[in-house]
Each structure stands twice: as C-alpha cells, then as structure tokens.
C-alpha cells in the first residue's frame, strides 16, 4: 500500500517512516516543506515530497504525486509554548493545513483513509471524576495549542459525516522517545543532563512543574498504533492511545536521574512553567485495544534511557 506521512521530518514522522518500511508492506511518502534529518536519514527509502499544506495548489500537487492509499497527517505546530507566543499561526498550521489536505482530496475525488495525529490536550480541565479519560469525555481545551487539535478532531469527524471522507482520529496522549526536540519535558531533562555530564553545563538542572501527572508511552509503540489504526481502525472513529498510567514528572526526572554519571541538583524555572496547566491526565484506550490490538510494549524506564543516550550521543556530535 502506498502510505503519505505529512510532517515527516517531526518525531513522530520520521519512527512512523521507519516502522512502516520494516514492515515490508508500505510504500512510503514524505512530505514537508524542505529536506530535513528524517529525509536525508531514509534517503532512497522515502519519497521525498515538498510542499506547504497552508497553500491549497501545493496541496493538489503533492497528493497528484503520491497517490496515496492512507495519508497519515501528523503535520503541524506541537509546542504549547509558542502556540502561546503565536496562537494564529499555531491555528493555521494545525487546522488550516488540514483543512486544505481536506479540500484537496475533494476537489481530486481521492478517497484515502486519512489517520489524523489528534491529541489528548483537547480534554483540557478534566475533573478528576472523569479519569481515565474516554473518548467521550467533554473538549474543554485550556491552550491554543489544544484548541487548534480539537479544530482538527471537530473537522475530521464533520467531513467524514459530511462529505465521506474516510478519517480515523487518534488522540495521542504523551509521546515521548530519542529524536524529541528539546522544546518538550522529557527531552529537556535528558538534554540538560547529557550538557552537565560532558561539562557544557554547571550541575544544576531547571525544571517547570514536576506534579503533574501524564500518560507517557513509547514513541515507536505509538508508531505501531498509527499502522494498526490504519489496517485495522473503524473508520469515523475516535481514539484515544495512550499507557493506561499517570505518571508524575517528578518520576520521570527522578529515573533519569538515576542514568546520570554526574551529581546534578534541581532548580525551578518560571519561563518553563504553563500560564494554565492540568495536574494528572490518564488514558483509557480500551476502544483502541479492542479494535485492533495495539498493546504498549516498551517500559517507561527503556524509555527514558533510550532519550538520555539520544542526548548524549547529539551533545558528543556537537563537540
């Protein structure tokens, strides 16, 4: 089958790219807007696409050329903090651009399956009651980040209802694994140790909010739930992916603490602090499981460690 990831050069495109290729039964296409490490990394694997989705006629032209089977759409702005500093064009890169992907394959009359990287954030406030969440739990979006992911989910559900568009929405809840930039929690942790331990940085390391709660999993089981979603998912649907386990931050930092060779203590940051933030999320993917039997596989700790090693290994190269 021939597959089109949108934003493969993101973390999540390029163990998606690679998951799909070790299967044997894709053919994969990428498209961004310029070359990036995902791209040079699967060179001659990977069908190299560039386009812009805010621009409808690049659009057209790239999905003419791929002719795809399945788009798996994870292109967009993900950083909660510049969708802050930028809400507009946070907006337009998330909903905008698959509003034109959408308007695209109308106009061509292509009909694939089209997997959208929808995202927990959409929940927002959740009352305690509520956990784990399902995916009938209200949309109460507390960023602008979030809101443009539940524009995403509203629309992807509508033109399915309304136009046939075969759509499958997976709110993915905390992703993490090596290759993450250093813009989300987990790889900040990991970063700043490998600084301190090559000695780029005193052995004082500076955190936001360590009681929240999240559900972590795996970015390469979460690229095995993209494949499944698409093989196996009902179409139309809704679901959530994520553990089944809240875990507090301090908890994570607390295990790659342990990985670390050096002494390091811990300072709060105020500019690494959410002007809003949700204290414990958690996931119930039963749906998910069910209809097609995705499992998590990797342990947190495998996780982390895998991170930490990423980090190490980009600090040694930047020497």
């Not at 805010?54 to 050329?65: F, G, I, K, M, Y």
């Not at 990985?259 to 500019?271: G, H, L, Q, V």
Request: glycine share 6%; with cysteine.
């Amino acid at each position: 089958m021939r597959a089109l990831i949108t934003g493969i050069n993101g973390f999540a495109g390029g163990h998606l790219a690679e998951h799909l290729l070790t299967s044997g039964m894709w053919e994969v296409a990428g498209l961004a807007r310029q070359p990036g490490l995902a791209i040079e990394a699967l060179k001659g694997r990977v069908a190299y696409i560039a386009a812009d989705l805010n621009d409808l006629e690049q659009t057209l032209t790239a999905l003419v050329s791929a002719r795809p089977d399945v788009v798996f759409h994870l292109a967009g702005q993900s950083n909660v903090p510049r969708a802050f500093a930028d809400p507009h064009a946070t907006l337009e890169a998330n909903a905008g651009a698959q509003l034109n992907l959408f308007l695209a394959l109308l106009r061509l009359r292509s009909d694939p399956l089209v997997v959208i990287a929808s995202s927990n954030e959409i929940y927002g406030h959740v009352r305690p009651e509520e956990l784990p969440l399902t995916e009938t739990a209200a949309l109460r979006p507390v960023n602008p980040y979030a809101v443009s992911k539940a524009a995403q989910d509203l629309f992807a559900y509508q033109y399915y209802v309304s136009h046939g568009l075969r759509t499958i929405r997976l709110r993915l809840f905390n992703h993490i694994g090596p290759r993450q930039t250093d813009m989300f929690v987990v790889p900040a942790f990991a970063a700043q140790i490998a600084q301190i331990e090559a000695g780029r940085q005193p052995p004082v390391l500076r955190v936001g909010n360590l009681a929240a709660e999240r559900d972590f999993s795996d970015v390469r089981d979460v690229a095995r739930a993209y494949e499944l979603a698409a093989l196996h998912g009902e179409v139309g649907a809704a679901y959530n992916v994520g553990s089944g386990r809240a875990v507090s931050v301090q908890r994570v930092l607390d295990i790659l603490l342990t990985y670390s060779t050096r002494d390091i203590s811990i300072e709060p940051d105020p500019s690494r602090m959410r002007p809003t933030d949700v204290p414990r999320v958690v996931c119930d993917s039963t749906r998910f499981r069910n209809d097609t039997g995705w499992e998590p596989g990797i342990p947190l700790e495998q996780t982390l460690f895998d991170t930490l090693e990423y980090w190490r290994s980009w600090v040694q190269e930047q020497a």
